[in-house]
């Protein structure tokens, strides 16, 4: 209850539903802990289907009663003998073989009072790295038979703590002990101390002590605390009107948001600091010190979760503005599940930290985390395949909100690009909605997207049309191409490209510049009806699929323009200016953009929007 209490305490502005999220994720992390000791429990009768772990363990030495049998066993019930005076059994801890039997007793005691008074002093024990397997650290370039614990501070340096791995009682396995080094170093180290001043200074019934803590300590405990709170309360209100006083601007207004939003968390940070530093100069004994250290790692990592998931709400916030600033509409309706996600990942790593802090082994919790998240990720495959589609879609953008396009064998508008769908508008006026994960998968084609729109019919003649009204023809529409303002001069090319059926046929290849389709789609027009004034200048007619009769050999009109065109073309010839196969650079310069456009006469004129 008093863990639930400070994560509510910490994290007031977190939505309930995440911090059920975190209340769940502590109860799995707890059970994770304690389901290892039920899973490996050796069947009773020994029957033929026990798992092969249960057999391990009964061949396995049993575990030594006092818990030597692991480095951390030792450590802790050193600390836990000494922290209740009972020297006796905290000499149990030491490695005594060097000390006859007779006086082994006495002597014993009295060097796990001095190892006890140099760790209150002047030790340091690394609780987060001792080990839990009976074979201890086995990387530390230290002998198999030895595990450094700790250090013990002196005026010339640090001296290790370290412990030996010696054969224990007959039927029982090797035990963890403080090598004899050890204990003369604390004999040294507790000779050099002095008493503690303040103790001196307090009457009688405050030096009484519960849990290893003096009442004057406690007293000082709470008082630091206070102290603690109320300097870092100052301390980040006196940041805060700093910083507001030196950001005025409003372009400074993100740094200033930033600052209100993590005083809280800063404020925590910083009292614990302070509490931590002076703790150092009560003089209190290590047992409490273990303890205390934990209660401060537990708050940090809370503080730290408390910063991260406010700083993660702020950015994904500016992200968000910044969106839908730029119109990208189907990115700012993924950003509350973007936001969801990382507080959920970060209050989740944030109570493996805290419990990590209070030195729970998290190791078979997490593994319970993994296969639960495999379970959940097999159950929602379908989800989270539509989701991550989503996800594509939103950061390649081969699409946007808004864009006319081509999906596999369908087109139509994009209305909406959801978490696991996207919604499209189709030429029927009705709404498809496709799965982001198909969606993402299909051939998409963006017509919104195209700089420029492609002209590309192919004219065909009637078969009378003679081969010099062909170049006429050939050089009139390339020459109405280049005049024209819409039309891209590289590449703008007409090509005579063959017999058809029932024409002759011209292929025209030119790039349109238009802001829309529908602009496109007018000046289309207004190029093909400049195409059919040209052929009907030239003497010719558009084919279509028929059968022509001669009844009369009388001139047609067709044969007058086809003279003319003739007339014109021997003209080009005669001066040198036939522009085929290809016009001339200065030709086509000179004739860039000299088309009006609009034609005269129409209700509008062609000046860009």
Same mark, same amino acid.
């Given at each position: 209850m008093a863990v639930a209490g400070r994560i509510q305490e910490v994290t007031p502005h977190m939505p309930h539903r995440l911090l059920i999220a975190a209340g769940l994720a502590t109860l799995l992390l707890l059970a994770?802990?304690?389901?290892p000791s039920v899973a490996q429990a050796p069947s009773p009768h020994g029957s033929p289907g026990a798992p092969a772990e249960a057999d391990d363990a009964a061949a396995a030495p049993p575990a030594d009663p006092l818990g030597r049998s692991t480095p951390e066993g030792a450590v802790a019930?050193?600390?836990?003998?000494?922290?209740?005076?009972?020297?006796?059994?905290?000499?149990?801890y030491l490695d005594l073989r060097s000390i006859p039997g007779a006086r082994?007793?006495?002597?014993?005691?009295?060097?796990?009072?001095?190892?006890?008074?140099?760790?209150?002093?002047?030790?340091?024990?690394?609780?987060?790295?001792?080990?839990?397997d009976r074979a201890g650290t086995l990387d530390d370039e230290l002998p198999p038979d030895r595990e450094r614990v700790g250090s013990l501070r002196t005026d010339d340096g640090r001296l290790d703590i370290v412990l030996i791995r010696l054969a224990g009682d007959p039927g029982e396995g090797p035990v963890w002990k403080f090598s004899a080094a050890t204990l003369g170093h604390a004999q040294e180290v507790a000779s050099g101390l002095t008493s503690n001043r303040l103790e001196a200074m307090m009457p009688e019934r405050l030096t009484a002590k519960v849990f290893d803590v003096a009442l004057w300590q406690w007293i000082a405990l709470a008082a630091l605390a206070a102290a603690a709170a109320l300097l870092s309360w100052l301390a980040v209100r006196g940041l805060r009107l700093a910083l507001r006083l030196l950001l005025r601007s409003e372009r400074h207004a993100h740094w200033r948001l930033l600052t209100d939003r993590a005083a809280g968390p800063l404020q925590l940070l910083?009292?614990?600091?302070?509490?931590?530093?002076?703790?150092?100069?009560?003089?209190?004994?290590?047992?409490?010190?273990q303890y205390l250290g934990q209660v401060l790692?537990?708050?940090?990592?809370?503080?730290?979760?408390w910063l991260a998931v406010r700083v993660t709400e702020l950015g994904t916030e500016a992200l968000t503005r910044r969106l839908a600033v730029r119109g990208r509409l189907g990115a700012v309706s993924m950003m509350p599940l973007l936001r969801r996600a990382s507080t959920a990942v970060l209050v989740v790593l944030g109570v493996i930290t805290a419990l990590g802090a209070l030195s729970v082994n998290v190791t078979p919790a997490l593994a319970a985390l993994g296969v639960g998240g495999l379970a959940v990720a097999l159950a929602a495959q379908k989800t989270i395949?539509?989701?991550? @589609?989503?996800?594509?879609? $939103?950061?390649?953008?081969?699409?946007?909100?808004?864009?006319?396009? &081509?999906?596999?064998?369908? %087109? @139509?508008?994009?209305?909406? $690009?959801?978490?696991?769908?996207t919604r499209v508008r189709t030429l029927? &006026?009705?709404?498809?909605? %496709?799965?982001?994960?198909?969606f993402a998968g299909l051939h998409l084609e963006n017509f919104s997207a195209r700089d420029r729109y492609w002209f590309h019919p192919t004219i065909g003649v009637r078969y009378e049309t003679s081969p010099d009204q062909i170049r006429l023809l050939l050089v009139e529409i390339r020459s109405m191409l280049y005049a024209h303002p819409r039309v891209s001069p590289s590449p703008a090319r007409?090509?005579?490209?063959?017999?058809?059926?029932?024409?002759?046929?011209?292929?025209?290849?030119?790039?349109?510049?238009?802001?829309?389709?529908d602009e496109f789609l007018e000046v289309q027009e207004d190029l093909l009806l400049r195409i059919m004034a040209i052929v009907d200048t030239a003497g010719t007619a558009i084919a279509f699929p028929s059968r022509t009769m001669y009844i009369a050999t009388d001139p047609t009109p067709a044969e007058q323009g086809r003279a003319a065109a003739s007339a014109t073309v021997q003209a080009w010839r005669d001066r040198r200016d036939l522009q085929l196969p290809r016009f001339s650079p200065d030709r086509i310069q000179g004739l860039k953009g000299t088309l009006p456009y609009p034609p005269p006469g129409a209700a509008v004129d062609g000046a860009p929007q």
């Open positions: 994770g802990v304690a389901s019930g050193f600390l836990e003998a000494s922290a209740k005076q009972d020297y006796a059994r905290a000499a149990e082994r007793a006495r002597v014993g005691a009295e060097l796990a009072r001095q190892l006890k008074r140099a760790l209150d002093g002047r030790g340091f024990i690394e609780r987060w790295s001792l080990s839990e910083l009292g614990i600091l302070i509490f931590g530093f002076a703790v150092a100069g009560l003089g209190v004994s290590i047992f409490a010190r790692g537990f708050l940090a990592a809370g503080a730290l979760t395949e539509n989701l991550f @589609g989503g996800v594509t879609l $939103i950061t390649d953008q081969p699409v946007r909100v808004g864009d006319f396009c &081509r999906f596999g064998d369908r %087109v @139509g508008t994009i209305e909406d $690009i959801g978490m696991r769908s029927d &006026r009705t709404v498809v909605t %496709v799965p982001n994960a198909e007409i090509r005579f490209v063959g017999f058809g059926e029932s024409s002759l046929n011209l292929e025209i290849f030119a790039y349109v510049t238009a802001a829309d389709f």
